[in-house]
């Protein structure tokens, strides 16, 4: 007596799911559902808030994608404050990533062009009257096309990144999408820093 799906002890479906392609699996860092709560541990947030940890929720996703650039910006939000952090893939490896922690600092019209140097200024949280003066060199300017997602769903825009970096490790990101322009801020973090947990994505609906 043969058993239900098989022949001679063989599965009458083996062959189909061994030819079946597999999904390639999601890196945990890559495509981060929206909804999801993402948790900062960082140097920053403890030098802000006190707290060791804080939970934060992805509002906005961006992608990025240009020549030997892959970045996530993962637009994150809590009662306070929104954060962003950043997502790049090392060229050359398989799933290694640099992670960074930003802030949207300015958006505005572009004028003129943008400079190769660029100097910001900020609070002294040291001394009131006086600020601090951050250069910034320019070191890249890269053509990518960028999705957007967020809660109303998803488009594509094209889009130069000026890339800047500064003596002291600190990082400047402008995005200039048509004739507006993004300020991003931030500076590297590691990865035990972050923490996800994904939102439960919906299936598709079968027919």
Same mark, same amino acid.
């Given at each position: ?30 495509? &981060? ?16 808030? $006190? #707290? ?19 970045? +996530? ?6 009662? *306070?404050?929104?954060?962003?952090? $950043? ?11 640099? &992670? ?8 505005? *019209? ?11 200024? +900020?609070?002294?949280? #040291? !001394?009131? !009257? ?5 250069? +910034? ?5 890269? !053509? ?13 825009? *094209?889009? *130069? ?7 002291? #490790? ?7 999408? $048509? ?29």
């Amino acid at each position: 007596m043969a058993l239900f799906g098989r022949k001679g002890g063989r599965s009458l479906f083996g062959k189909q799911k061994e030819t079946e392609p597999k999904k390639p699996e999601r890196h945990e860092l890559v495509d &981060i559902p929206m909804d999801s709560m993402i948790e900062l541990s960082d140097i920053i947030t403890y030098e802000e808030t $006190g #707290d060791t940890s804080r939970a934060f929720k992805l509002v906005i996703r961006k992608k990025y994608e240009g020549d030997n650039l892959r970045r +996530y910006m993962y637009h994150i939000r809590d009662a *306070e404050e929104e954060v962003v952090v $950043g997502v790049d893939h090392i060229p050359g490896t398989k799933d290694e990533y640099e &992670i960074s922690r930003w802030i949207v600092d300015d958006e505005c *019209e572009l004028g003129d062009p943008l400079p190769d140097d660029m100097t910001l200024y +900020y609070p002294d949280p #040291d !001394n009131e !009257n006086e600020d601090i003066a951050i250069e +910034y060199s320019r070191q890249d300017i890269v !053509n990518a096309t960028l999705t957007v997602t967020d809660a109303e769903g998803e488009e594509k825009f *094209e889009v *130069e990144l000026h890339e800047y970096a500064s003596g002291e #490790d600190d990082f400047m990101s402008i995005e200039l999408c $048509g004739d507006w322009l993004t300020f991003y801020t931030g500076v590297l973090i590691n990865r035990s820093d972050i923490e996800i947990y994904p939102a439960m994505e919906p299936q598709p609906e079968r027919k």
